[in-house]
């Protein structure tokens, strides 16, 4: 059955109860008319002051779909939201383990550090933690509790992944809380792991990673769907390409673009703990420290265990549905790692930064795939201000938002 992603603005009504209802015309129809119709229509949207605690109740006029209620987020914060994701912020708790584990409840990382498999670092609120990356090879596995507590009804599945900026800082994150665990309500626990520069974030303020919430089923949209779609369009070389040009089966193709692209400089050992970590709440931050600007438009040489930030050919222009890049064939398994941060906003326009990183000497050259992304629908309703003021006309390769342009 075909998954459906909540939009930031239904999220927003499942766990805000109203104090009053006003008229907006600012979203997005998301009807069969798409993109090339573009209505707008009147809705009644919620306002009400943030909350710690909520649970929709009595609001069938805002929620229709009975299996939405029992969303729960607490503490909710409005301006976590984006448009069809909310971001999580770092707690109280954080655990550093060796070992990676896909499924993890808190109450099993509380066990591993009292038998001294893991190491607990407890955060007072604001306080600062710095994320250091494996060196020689040694696994390093920062375990990051959630400071928000999440329910979700039998209906929901959740998908959790690392934020772009910290994507692009060559920082895996992975959801290791299982849909299962919330059921019944719980912090989320998410896997974080650096793999060039050390990183710092603080308790109750940074956030590292977002949840998107699906409902109905498990499957993105089909290749036939793709095909008759109306609401997002594919571009290479400012050509419109035909859809049936661009999908690779159910998905649409992302290939590199070599003409340009970020390399990160060698880090020492020594230096690791030396140079400045990367502070994921700053802004305008050089990145001459960590970063080189590369051209070229054929064939390159990749070098080993170095980021590169690569941008695709191709560009995407969303507005009724949303994405989830999938990495290309191979994975890490072929020495290879391509993509660190995989969701796609509805309302993004412009070209993909696709992070990559291998263990030997790779050629990659212009056209090369370098990943496929899943096409989802969106449940609920797309704030078209905060879509172009958020991320219309976006060129890649781009660097993280700390750093200044």
């Given amino acids: 059955m075909q998954r459906k992603v909540l939009s930031g603005e239904k999220i927003s009504r499942l766990c805000e109860p109203p104090t009053h ?33 909520s649970m929709v109740e009595g609001l069938d006029h805002l929620t229709p779909l009975s299996h939405d209620r029992g969303l729960i987020v607490r503490p909710f914060r409005p301006e976590n939201l984006d448009l069809t994701s909310l971001d999580l912020t770092v707690g109280a708790e954080i655990y550093e383990c060796p070992v990676i584990y896909p499924d993890i409840s808190i109450e099993r990382l509380r066990d591993l550090a009292r038998g001294g498999d893991a190491k607990k670092h407890g955060l007072n609120q604001g306080e600062e ?16 509790v959630s ?66 919430f699906t409902v109905d089923g498990d499957s993105h949209m089909s290749r036939e769907q793709l095909l008759e779609s109306k609401k997002f369009e594919v571009y290479i070389d400012r050509q419109k390409k035909d859809i049936a040009e661009v999908a690779q089966e159910d998905k649409l193709k992302l290939t590199y673009s070599t003409r340009r692209f970020y390399v990160s400089k060698s880090i020492s050992k020594a230096q690791l703990r030396e140079i400045e970590p990367i502070d994921v709440d700053a802004r305008g931050l050089d990145w001459g420290p960590y970063f080189e600007l590369q051209e070229g438009n054929g064939e390159i040489i990749t070098k080993p265990r170095r980021l590169y930030l690569f941008g695709t050919r191709e560009e995407l222009r969303f507005r009724g549905v949303c994405g989830r890049i999938e990495r290309a064939p191979g994975g890490e398994l072929s020495g290879s790692w391509g993509q660190f941060a995989g969701i796609i906003q509805a ?27 899943e096409v989802d629908e969106i449940s609920g309703d797309v704030n078209l201000r905060m879509a172009q003021r958020s991320y219309c006309n976006q060129d890649a390769p781009a660097l993280a938002k700390v750093f200044a342009a």
């Fill in 129 to 144: 933690f710095i994320f250091y990356p494996e060196v020689q090879g040694k696994c390093k596995i920062y375990y990051v």
């Fill in 347 to 373: 309302g993004f326009d412009g070209r993909i930064t696709m992070e990559y990183m291998t263990r030997e000497r790779r050629a990659i050259s212009n056209g090369s795939l370098a990943g496929c992304v």
């Fill in 21 to 53: 209802q006003v008229l907006s015309s600012s979203f997005l129809e998301l009807g069969d008319g798409g993109f090339d119709e573009g209505r707008r229509g009147l809705i009644a949207s919620a306002v009400a002051p943030p909350v710690q605690e």
């Fill in 147 to 212: 400071e928000e507590e999440v329910t979700i009804p039998e209906s929901f599945g959740v998908f959790i992944d690392s934020k772009s900026t910290l994507g692009r800082l060559g920082c895996i994150c992975h959801g290791a809380t299982s849909p299962n665990q919330l059921r019944g309500g719980s912090k989320i626990v998410a896997a974080v792991r650096p793999y060039f520069f050390p990183i710092k974030a603080r308790a109750g303020k940074s956030q590292l990673f977002q949840a998107a």
